[in-house]
């Protein structure tokens, strides 16, 4: 599929078959977020690759809109290291969106989970909760957790009525 026809496919998908994923699709996945632009090439992206089922279970918890998680092949926690970076958010951001245009270009359904500036039911910092799951330095930062798996749902793509226009503004 061209670049165009990417971009109408890709859709959240939070349903997943049990049927585990290829390691060279995450690989190539993994790939695409480590290629992606970084302010100055700083590069401050930190990538944990989860495929435990306990691990995914536990981040499932976190948020009661992420319970999907759990049923995931496998999430990646994307973080970065905010000494290296002051827009490390948009650093991994970038990478986020990547990861999920690969995926799609693979056939591999994802999720971007939110995490930063959201809190647990118990009104723990999520960010928190996340670093010590993964045992993640203080330096680190979360952007949020990118689920993955085989997709047990065929959403439509996007179609061109879906695009709002008055969103543009021409000067």
Not at 24 to 40: C, V
Not at 127 to 144: D, F, M, N
């Amino acid at each position: 599929m061209n670049f165009e026809e990417l971009l109408f496919q890709r859709r959240s998908i939070r349903k997943y078959t049990k049927e585990d994923m290829d390691p060279d699709t995450l690989q190539k996945i993994l790939q695409a977020g480590l290629l992606a632009p970084s302010s100055r090439n700083k590069k401050p992206c930190q990538f944990y690759v989860i495929q435990d089922k306990d691990i995914l279970k536990q981040l499932s918890t976190i948020k009661p809109s992420g319970t999907f998680i759990g049923d995931a092949n496998a999430a990646i926690i994307v973080m970065a290291d905010a000494s290296l970076s002051d827009v490390w958010i948009e650093d991994c951001s970038i990478a986020m969106s990547y990861m999920q245009l690969m995926a799609t270009a693979l056939q591999v359904g994802s999720c971007w989970v939110q995490m930063r500036k959201r809190t647990n039911a118990l009104g723990k910092d999520a960010e928190e909760v996340v670093k010590e799951i993964v045992g993640a330095p203080q330096t680190y930062r979360l952007v949020g957790i990118l689920s993955l798996g085989l997709p047990a749902q065929i959403l439509p793509p996007h179609t061109i009525d879906d695009v709002d226009a008055s969103k543009i503004h021409k000067i």
